[in-house]
């Protein structure tokens, strides 16, 4: 059967690159690994591995990462509960708890008092531009902003601004513009900023193309406008996405033209979600070693969607047998967290060293 392969050594590089990046530039920066990204047990206990952390929505992620006995840990979304909070200051040494909306607040006003000193309150806020998530937090532009952090501190005291742009929206300049205006806030307000958590979004560790503006632009920035904030991030694509493959077989195969053939696979799009992103590559691997003969071959699925089309016409050395191996590469990125069971089953994980 089909399974997915993580490559733990994979993970715990693209963790001390991202981390060394900002180390490098004197910042204070911790990974809270986002555990929507791939809840996959091998790809847990690698950041846990690296010395880093997590960052969760739910209690669902919260039972996948608790077994750590961690001691700090990010809560984020629209689905903080009560009892969750609770559960989870009974258990870490403190939380950042970043508010995106208003009902937050009434969550935070129930926190047992002993457990309220473990609180670190971060303001999820956004930055008022095209193209950029407006869904969660507040306007970092809004006169009412002010007013937004008295009620916070209100509770608490107000420790960090949280944001995150979008997945794969990437551009310096909408950093720039959110860093100065936060700061000018801070400035404005003589708020003393103790962290600030530049979410996720960033691309895969592979994607080369962003070099010089996550691994350089962005720490420069950070540590011209804020040196002495702890910056956290909650990068998980640019951890997982090239760690992860899915490792498939040749269980059937037609003959449409001279050495041409459509092959169908014992999995399915539905097994790699970021399959409509089109950033994974397949590698096919012949078992017939005999003489070469170059045919040109359509990968398909195992559905019975039209759409279930994992790789256009493709070269390979050898006519296509049963039992071939196709690896479909970079799949790490939410693949396995929204796999479904269609026609076949999610695959299992096995791990890499």
Not at 310 to 317: K, N
Request: proline share 3%; aromatic share 12%; net charge neutral.
């Amino acid at each position: 059967m089909a399974h997915y392969s993580v490559n733990k050594t994979i993970i715990k590089s693209n963790i001390s690159k991202l981390k060394k990046a900002f180390t490098d530039k004197g910042l204070d920066f911790e990974l809270f690994y986002s555990v929507k990204t791939n809840f996959s047990e091998p790809v847990l206990a690698a950041v846990k591995e690296s010395a880093s952390g997590f960052e969760i929505l739910s209690g669902f992620e919260w039972n996948k990462v608790k077994v750590f006995n961690l001691k700090v840990l990010v809560l984020n979304g629209p689905a903080k509960q009560i009892e969750l909070v609770n559960d989870i200051l009974n258990k870490v040494d403190f939380l950042y708890f970043n508010i995106d909306n208003d009902t937050d607040f009434e969550i935070l006003a129930k926190v047992k008092p002993e457990l309220v000193d473990k609180l670190k309150i971060g303001l999820r806020v956004y930055l008022n531009a095209s193209g950029v998530w407006n869904r969660f937090g507040y306007d970092i532009s809004n006169n009412n902003l002010a007013g937004v952090v008295r009620k916070v501190n209100s509770i608490k005291k107000l420790a960090g601004f949280h944001f995150h742009f979008s997945t794969n929206n990437f551009k310096i300049s909408n950093y720039q513009s959110l860093f100065s205006q936060i700061k000018n806030f801070c400035n404005a307000s003589k708020l003393k900023l103790e962290f600030l958590d530049i979410g996720g979004g960033l691309p895969a560790a592979n994607e080369f193309v962003y070099e010089s503006e996550i691994y350089q632009k962005l720490p420069a920035l950070l540590s011209e406008l804020f040196p002495k904030a702890q910056i956290i991030s909650e990068a998980g694509r640019n951890i997982v996405a090239d760690a992860v493959n899915l490792e498939a077989k040749v269980i059937s195969l037609k003959e449409t033209g001279a050495n041409k053939f459509q092959v169908n696979v014992d999995t399915n799009i539905m097994h790699f979600p970021c399959y409509y992103e089109k950033k994974y590559w397949v590698e096919y691997i012949s078992v017939n070693k005999t003489k070469k003969q170059p045919t040109e071959i359509e990968i398909f699925g195992n559905s019975c969607m039209q759409i279930d089309k994992i790789s256009d016409l493709m070269m390979v050395e050898q006519s296509p047998k049963v039992g071939d191996k196709v690896t479909i590469h970079n799949i790490g990125a939410y693949s396995h967290s929204q796999a479904a069971n269609f026609i076949t089953e999610v695959p299992e994980v096995k791990t890499y060293e």
